[in-house]
């Protein structure tokens, strides 16, 4: 990691930060309400309650999702201009919380343990700062405060209902951020290109004949083939992807067979998918299906695969991407800006933005200052903490980054 150059040397975000800072009390209480509350999915009625009534006193034309609890709301700066869009996710994870945290979740089974929490917090304070500068805005802000994001697609959701054209002018560049639990509070990161990966799920189902234990020759076992088949995926991924490309594929599930003494007459391999480029999404598939088809028919099996498409690369354009290390270099001081150079491998469907219009997704340290980033628990862990002395830092860069573009 490098640190990047070149802050922006103008004075139209003096006061930003301070701002945010002041508004910190207000921007963490929205959070730990939603915190307390988390749901699921494509519909989050509490959530989107909680959203509504501190958007309330400000002059935002909101309009609520058809089919899914999405929020648009749109701030019009005093001048006529193109519109930017700003998203924060807002859904939850299927986990049991174990933090310990006075504000942890009171519902069994269901945790912000991405984080979801402190974007929606941010993006709404986000509106805040910008309301009070709407006379620096040459044009429309578009807030979408997004559901569904943990593999819901809810993303394409809002797409398809419009929220590109909420403004009336067509949303020329959009920004999200996402809170990273193992980097140092306040950091802002990002890269050019690629920042996430495809994310695809395949299921293989290889039958043969059941039978004894004592007699596999009077069998046709499933459960060798399937094991074979770990490695070759493997084996096969190092000599048909470059390094250069990097891919990731893991079985992640193997079941088969009841008891001790029977040979099953079925085995099950699951598993992800994760790749940078759409070249290498089509290889790393039918590789999977090739090498399968092939272990399968070497045992005298029969094969079922399934490829169940998942969200594309989350890929940021250069010049939005830059402007955001300028803009953190510049607004939250040079130390909390850096350029990476390798993309992270999990997925988001942010991705479904980024291919309709330019834009850059970056991360937000939220390391608690008493933990070691390299050894914390990460997102998804049922026992994440984030830094809320990091969220200012979040709110400040997405009015930044709209300030930037509506100047």
């Not at 959070?31 to 989107?48: C, F, V, Y």
């Not at 290390?325 to 491998?345: C, K, N, T, W």
Request: aromatic share 4%.
């Amino acid at each position: 990691m490098n640190p990047t150059a070149n802050p922006d040397p103008t004075t139209r975000f003096d006061g930003l930060l301070a701002d945010a800072t002041a508004l910190r009390q207000r921007t963490v209480a929205l959070r730990r309400t939603i915190h307390r509350n988390p749901e699921l999915g494509l519909e989050l009625p509490d959530t989107q309650r909680a959203v509504l009534a501190e958007l309330d006193d400000l002059p935002m034309e909101i309009t609520r999702g058809e089919n899914t609890s999405g929020i648009t709301a749109v701030l019009r700066g005093d001048a006529a201009g193109p519109a930017v869009l700003l998203r924060g996710d807002m859904d939850a994870l299927p986990l049991q919380e174990e933090t310990g945290l006075e504000y942890a979740s009171e519902r069994d089974g269901v945790m912000h343990a991405c984080g979801h929490d402190t974007h929606v917090a941010m993006l709404a304070t986000a509106a805040r700062l910008l309301a009070a500068r709407r006379d620096q805005l040459a044009g429309s802000v578009v807030l979408m405060f997004q559901p569904g994001e943990e593999g819901h697609h809810g993303a394409r959701y809002m797409l398809d209902e419009g929220v590109l054209d909420a403004a009336g002018e067509p949303v020329s560049e959009a920004f999200a951020l996402h809170i990273h639990g193992n980097t140092t509070s306040g950091l802002v990161f990002t890269r050019q290109g690629p920042i996430l990966a495809a994310a695809d799920q395949f299921h293989v189902q290889v039958t043969g004949r059941g039978g004894h234990g004592s007699a596999p020759h009077d069998a046709c076992d499933p459960v060798p083939a399937a094991a074979e088949m770990v490695g070759a995926l493997q084996t096969n991924l190092t000599r048909k992807v470059s390094v250069f490309d990097p891919a990731v594929l893991s079985v992640t599930r193997i079941a088969a067979g009841t008891t001790s003494n029977i040979i099953p007459e079925r085995a099950e391999l699951e598993g992800t998918i994760r790749t940078l480029s759409a070249g290498n999404r089509t290889v790393v598939r039918e590789m999977l299906h090739r090498v399968c088809s092939g272990v399968a028919a070497a045992h005298g099996c029969e094969v079922d695969v399934t490829v169940t498409p998942g969200y594309a690369p989350t890929v940021n354009a250069a010049a939005p991407a830059q402007r955001a290390l300028d803009l953190a270099a510049g607004v939250l001081g040079q130390r909390y800006s850096e350029a990476v150079d390798q993309p992270i491998m999990g997925a988001e469907d942010f991705s479904y933005v980024l291919d309709r219009v330019p834009g850059a997704l970056a991360f937000l340290g939220a390391c608690p200052p008493d933990l070691d980033p390299a050894h914390a628990p990460s997102n998804h862990s049922n026992r994440v903490v984030f830094d809320e002395a990091a969220l200012p830092h979040g709110a400040a860069m997405y009015a930044a980054f709209a300030l930037d573009a509506l100047r």
